[in-house]
């Protein structure tokens, strides 16, 4: 049974904390997405990774970095946390290629609160 | 600017009835759609897809139509049940090469809460 996991399913930090969020793949995806969604914007790619080191901005990254130093582990980071980054931040992953490529699959969510 | 669009944000249907929840985009590159279901407290997961050259894919209770000179797709649950009630998110995607690495566009979703 394919499984992302996520760090943390709640957490509540400070304005100004640099924050991180872990996100773990069995499945041995090449690609590795994370996305944030908040009521009536649905979700919104902030960063994916295709490949180890490898990263490429999404349609929101200002605010955020990512890491990906092993195939299984896509980290996002808030370098300075900020109040309208409270969110649900998800992660997923798809394999490269042909179909497969198409379907991702999501870990349970971290709900982010910035205070 | 919004590629992939839900213009509904809730759908209230009877247990036993069809619920049919709408989608439209305007990205003419979009060849392969899928629909997301996502409970409360919990990651969206897969329920069904289409690809371009398909005008119809179904799947158990579950069928996706798509219309592509309209930019449209539909989603029929056909009978609703009240465990349906939930998130459901469409997306699409451009043909998987180059860069595009298999990125999904989602709308905004719809709440369906289907009543007993």
């Known amino acids: 049974d394919v499984k992302v996991t996520q760090s943390s399913r709640y957490l509540v930090k400070r304005t100004g904390e640099k924050v991180f969020l872990e996100c773990v793949q069995d499945m041995d995806h090449e690609n590795m997405f994370w996305y944030r969604q908040d009521p009536g914007l649905g979700l919104r790619l902030i960063y994916f990774?295709?490949?180890?080191?490898?990263?490429e901005k999404g349609d929101i990254p200002e605010g955020y970095s990512v890491s990906r130093e092993k195939k299984e582990r896509f980290s996002l980071i808030l370098e300075s946390a900020s109040t309208n980054q409270t969110s649900m931040y998800l992660c997923?992953?798809?394999?490269?290629?042909?179909?497969?490529?198409?379907?991702?699959?999501f870990g349970p969510g971290t709900r982010l609160t910035v205070l | 600017d919004q590629q992939v669009k839900q213009n509904s944000p809730s759908l209230s249907v009877q247990e036993g009835r069809i619920s049919i929840l709408n989608c439209d985009y305007t990205?003419?590159?979009?060849?392969?759609f899928l629909w997301y279901k996502k409970y409360p407290a919990e990651g969206p997961t897969f329920l069904i897809s289409?690809?371009?050259?398909?005008d119809k894919n179904e799947d158990g209770r579950f069928t996706v139509f798509l219309n592509k000179s309209a930019k449209h797709l539909s989603l029929h649950i056909v009978p609703s049940q009240p465990g349906d009630s939930a998130v459901y998110f469409c997306a699409a995607s451009a043909r998987a090469g180059g860069t595009s690495y298999g990125k999904l566009t989602f709308g905004q979703g719809t709440i369906l809460t289907v009543h007993p």
């Open positions: 289409i690809s371009s050259i398909k």
């Open positions: 990205n003419s590159m979009f060849d392969y």
């Open positions: 997923a992953s798809s394999l490269f290629g042909a179909q497969g490529a198409y379907t991702q699959y």
């Open positions: 990774s295709y490949d180890v080191k490898m990263k």
